[in-house]
């Protein structure tokens, strides 16, 4: 059993059937939703960042530097977290994938702006994305596990491209910053995964939206799946 744990916002633990802890986006410290602090992460193996911005990817670096979990995102931004003190990062771009012990990660394409927090020269770049994942099946798995999270993006038509690839979808649905829920119901109806998952929404009072009412509008396309911070999802 796969499970998918929610800590606010973009972040969301995964643990695999194969025994990895898999960290996206991690905003914990200063989130005003999370359930818990980068203090409280014992044991991650990956940590992935779709983008550089505050909410997304500096508690990454603090995590990274106490664990020794491998990062992984974009050239540029990977290359920053090591002028930071991160030991372990594996550099990737969008379109290109690799397989990791875990299972296969893709950056996919999505649209969003990107400053690096935490590099005061602005020497380094950051190319939002997100991340598609083909699970290694555990002992006695049945079915493809393919996650996807889409990072912070508007709708793209590039998301038809991963129809029928999806088993659980990670999409955005605050508004202001990334789709809001009538894209990214727009979303789901490209993509068509098994399940849904919001994210991004509720942090802050620019984003607040009701997730019910874009479960309603998703109605009977996939199962969407509404957790609150420290909730899971197994699958
Ligand atoms: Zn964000």
Same mark, same amino acid.
């Given at each position: 059993m796969a499970r998918l744990t929610f800590h606010g916002h973009a972040c969301f633990e995964l643990q695999t059937d194969t025994g990895s802890v898999l960290l996206f986006d991690p905003f914990l410290d200063d989130n005003p939703v999370a359930d818990i602090r980068t203090d409280d992460i014992e044991a991650v193996d990956f940590i992935l960042c779709t983008h550089g911005h505050y909410d997304h990817f500096p508690d990454g670096l603090k995590i990274a530097r106490r664990t020794g979990a491998t990062m992984i995102g974009t050239f540029e931004l990977m290359a920053f977290a090591e002028s930071q003190g991160v030991e372990k990062v594996h550099k990737m771009n969008v379109g290109g994938g690799y397989t990791f012990p875990f299972g296969y990660v893709k950056l996919t394409p999505a649209l969003h702006s990107g400053t690096v927090a935490g590099d005061d020269e602005g020497a380094y770049t950051t190319l939002a994305h997100g991340f598609w994942l083909d699970l290694k099946p555990g002992p006695g798995a049945e079915g493809r596990k393919r996650v996807y999270h889409a990072g912070d993006t508007a709708l %793209?038509?590039?998301?038809? %491209?991963? #129809?029928?690839?999806?088993?659980?979808? %990670? %999409?955005?649905?605050?508004?202001?910053?990334?789709?809001?829920?009538?894209?990214?119901?727009?979303?789901?109806?490209?993509?068509?995964?098994?399940?849904?998952?919001?994210?991004?929404?509720?942090?802050?009072?620019?984003?607040?939206?009701?997730?019910?009412?874009?479960?309603? #509008?998703?109605?009977t396309q996939a199962e969407v799946v509404i957790l609150k911070p420290g909730e899971a999802y197994d699958f």
């Open positions: %793209l038509m590039d998301m038809e %491209l991963l #129809r029928g690839r999806v088993d659980v979808a %990670l %999409l955005p649905i605050g508004d202001n910053f990334t789709m809001g829920p009538e894209d990214a119901a727009r979303a789901v109806e490209f993509i068509q995964p098994r399940v849904v998952i919001p994210m991004h929404y509720d942090t802050w009072p620019p984003i607040a939206q009701d997730a019910s009412a874009f479960a309603r #509008r998703v109605g």
